[in-house]
């Protein structure tokens, strides 16, 4: 186990938040904006995104508002994520309009070593951008006849001593996790006797929860219906480990 120096050495951060691609935040990057700005002079169009939503694990919706020609009316506008892209919700306050964003598919791993004979092993580190999001997550053996020797799982902040989830044993099933902006998470394992003198490979796996808000609808008479953070850190993961990305 090398807990302390996972939760200490810190290499710098990859970001994958940057906009040639994916992104946190659809009212952050105006995605309204990339989807019907246009023309010019006096017939050119400008528009703003008040809201969006998922509305599965790969799409989502945005509630686009007019700036020109009028800052009158509105239009929904439709984004599908690229391929190894998930919707993730932005998590807003019951008082704030949705917000969501595609961000890569993240699978970071860990391995408990055969020497580690205290069965305790954590996954690299996932450092959440600057929007706090809502992820599906759950963690598997890389083999599964060692599943049922996991006996205890735990999402943890990296140099804390702080869990936001725990499972013993270990859930087989997906549990919904809300994670703050600007901070750093790991999944860890411990495992049973039986397998203290086996290498056990890991995944901590998150994903979009698909749709879990709608967007608001607002009085407006001219809405018409048109079609259309994290950072992976991989020196906080126990010895032997990889990050993989999509399916």
């Not at 200490?8 to 040639?20: F, G, I, N, W």
């Not at 509105?74 to 993730?88: A, I, M, P, Q, W």
């Not at 309009?97 to 020497?115: H, T």
């Not at 996932?126 to 759950?138: A, F, N």
């Amino acid at each position: 186990m090398r807990v302390h120096h996972a939760f200490t050495l810190l290499v710098p951060l990859v970001s994958l938040s940057a906009r040639a691609i994916p992104f946190a935040s659809a009212k952050t990057i105006n995605l309204c904006a990339e989807l019907f700005d246009g023309g010019y002079g006096g017939g050119r169009v400008h528009m703003t995104t008040l809201q969006a939503a998922c509305t599965g694990p790969q799409s989502l919706v945005v509630d686009c508002h007019y700036v020109l020609p009028t800052p009158e009316g509105s239009v929904l506008g439709y984004k599908n994520c690229d391929l190894d892209e998930r919707c993730v919700p932005v998590d807003t306050k019951p008082n704030e309009f949705p917000d969501a964003g595609c961000q890569k598919e993240l699978k970071p791993s860990g391995v408990k070593g055969n020497r580690d004979n205290d069965g305790f092993a954590c996954s690299a580190g996932v450092e959440v951008g600057s929007q706090p999001v809502v992820v599906m997550s759950w963690i598997t053996a890389d083999n599964p006849k060692f599943q049922d020797y996991l006996t205890r799982c735990t999402i943890t902040k990296s140099g804390q001593i702080n869990n936001i989830y725990v499972s013993s044993p270990c859930a087989k099933k997906s549990v919904l996790l809300h994670l703050a902006a600007h901070t750093t998470y790991q999944a860890c394992i411990s495992t049973a006797i039986a397998v203290a003198r086996v290498s056990v490979g890991f995944h901590w796996h998150i994903d979009s929860p698909g749709k879990t808000k709608k967007i608001i609808h607002t009085r407006d008479e001219h809405r018409k219906p048109l079609q259309e953070m994290f950072t992976i850190d991989n020196s906080t993961a126990s010895e032997g480990f990889s990050i993989e990305f999509g399916n």
